[in-house]
């Protein structure tokens, strides 16, 4: 009986390798799938030139539209005045970047400067500092939960990060002010952050395995934050060493504009967005033919003055940055609604990403009314796609990879942002637009990728580009309808920070 028995489940086995080898009924990729595919596979004419191609060519090389690249033109019908490609280099910080570019034109109109440049590594310092207590806050705040809990492991993963949102700059700026790039200039930790952020993360996670041995030990919160003010002192220490210390004070003083200076500035009408790069040349041209010590002669400088970060903001920026609002195109919920992403501040009291939900029409009409008002205008997008930063085009269809591979890879906005296909990862400023009988046909980018990078640092995006890509606009109350304001007066429906709007 036994045997009989065995014989029958050595063939119940046998038939069962033999039904997976068939039909892969469990989910394993099998052998007879494998041959299947290879079999039914034929490299045509097509197919074989696409392969010898790539095994070549760069797949972006081969799959750039020209059709895009030959309608490709860098004439606006509008400009904000505005002049200076700044660098992120290598660092996540294009959110404080995008702030800075969308505040300068308003400097320089206040100074009446042709050219003007914020300290990006002073806030940078301050934006560690207020991420280390923040995740050190939420390290005591969350001490009984388990380390595998999401929004811990969340944390854990990287304690005080370089990216950032709208609210984390104004915050920053409303708290600790700004000064000149003159007055703290950028060090090597600040243009490539990642070993400086791999020491600060060790040395954040060091503390919280010390803050949960803290409180096992003693129950204590009160001891947990008497521990947290020497951490912090520790990572005061570490950013110092890393990025030197942010002045208190500081005399600064400006040059007056020169003759011509008007017809130079990047942006300027009439202006093809193009000339940067030479205006950048003319500058050395003009330092090169200084006296013979190398100091520049006869120049209009105001006079000296002594400022704090705050003072220097209040009298020579003066905006209330709490003033401004984002609304946002989320394809992924119903519009009209107030969200509100978890997680997301910088300070500990500060405010989290929220947005009004409204159509990627209201965006583009209140981009436009903003532009024509000669203000800037913050934004953020999905810039993975559709962008060649050689020329500085954002198009539609700019790689036509479907027919390369001739595969249908295509997803509209919602899907790719709900399959995690799109995500919101890159901040830069509207800086003009082009209309044809009143409707954007395309927008003028100020990027901070350097001015090597794009059209002198520009981009063109063509109005299909926003369309598909841009998530969220910042801009000044003023200039968002009522029942707009009224969706932002409302509770936040709360998101949790890995959601795909993050």
């Not at 950032?164 to 950028?186: C, R, S």
């Not at 159509?359 to 008002?373: D, H």
């Not at 990879?401 to 899907?415: C, P, R, V």
């Amino acid at each position: 009986m036994r045997s009989t028995r065995a014989q029958l489940a050595v063939v119940l086995l046998i038939l069962a390798g033999w039904a997976i080898q068939a039909g892969g009924q469990d989910g394993t990729l099998t052998p007879g799938q494998i041959e299947k595919i290879r079999s039914e596979f034929q490299l045509d004419g097509h197919l074989r030139a696409v392969r010898n191609a790539l095994t070549s060519t760069s797949i972006r090389d081969i799959a750039k539209n020209r059709d895009v690249i030959a309608d490709f033109d860098k004439k606006f019908s509008h400009k904000i005045k505005t002049k200076g490609i700044s660098n992120q280099k290598s660092s996540g910080r294009c959110w404080m970047f995008a702030g800075f570019n969308t505040i300068k034109p308003v400097l320089m109109e206040n100074l009446d400067v042709s050219d003007f440049e914020f300290s990006h590594i002073y806030l940078q310092f301050w934006d560690k500092m207020e991420k280390a207590n923040s995740f050190l806050e939420y390290m005591i705040a969350y001490r009984e939960r388990d380390l595998q809990d999401r929004e811990v492991v969340f944390l854990l993963r990287s304690p005080a990060p370089d990216g950032g949102y709208w609210e984390n700059f104004a915050d920053l700026v409303t708290k600790y002010g700004v000064i000149p790039k003159d007055a703290m200039a950028e060090s090597a930790s600040s243009e490539s952050t990642g070993m400086m952020n791999n020491a600060l993360a060790r040395l954040l996670r060091n503390s919280a395995v010390e803050l949960r041995e803290i409180y096992e030990d003693t129950g204590s919160v009160r001891q947990m934050r008497e521990a947290k003010e020497r951490m912090l002192a520790e990572v005061y220490q570490l950013l110092v060493l890393n990025l030197g210390e942010p002045p208190e004070e500081f005399t600064w003083r400006h040059k007056g504009k020169d003759e011509g200076d008007d017809e130079e500035e990047v942006g300027a009408d009439g202006d093809d967005g193009d000339d940067e790069e030479d205006a950048d040349d003319e500058d050395e041209d003009e330092e090169e033919g200084d006296d013979d010590d190398g100091y520049a002669v006869e120049q209009e400088w105001s006079e000296a003055r002594r400022y704090t970060p705050r003072s220097f903001y209040d009298e020579c920026v003066g905006l209330d940055l709490s003033e401004y609002v984002k609304i946002s195109d989320d394809p992924i919920r119903p519009k009209g609604q107030h969200y509100e992403i978890r997680m997301t501040k910088n300070l500990y009291d500060g405010r989290n990403s929220n947005y009004a939900n409204v159509s990627i029409e209201m965006l583009r009409e209140v981009t436009k009314t903003v532009l024509l008002a000669n203000k800037a205008v913050y934004f953020a997008a999905d810039v993975s796609p559709d962008q060649d930063s050689s020329s500085g085009i954002m198009a539609r269809n700019l790689y036509d990879y479907e027919s390369i591979y001739a595969l249908d890879m295509g997803l509209n906005k919602t899907e790719r942002l709900l399959f995690r296909d799109s995500t919101i990862n890159h901040g830069m400023a509207f800086i003009g637009v082009d209309l044809v009988e009143g409707e954007p046909v395309k927008w003028l980018v100020e990027n901070s990728w350097g001015s090597s990078r794009g059209s002198g640092g520009l981009w063109t995006m063509y109005d299909d580009w926003f369309r598909d890509n841009v998530y969220h606009i910042i801009v000044h109350r003023d200039y968002v309808p009522d029942e707009v304001l009224e969706i932002l007066e409302r509770p936040a429906e709360e998101l949790r920070v890995w959601d795909p709007m993050w």
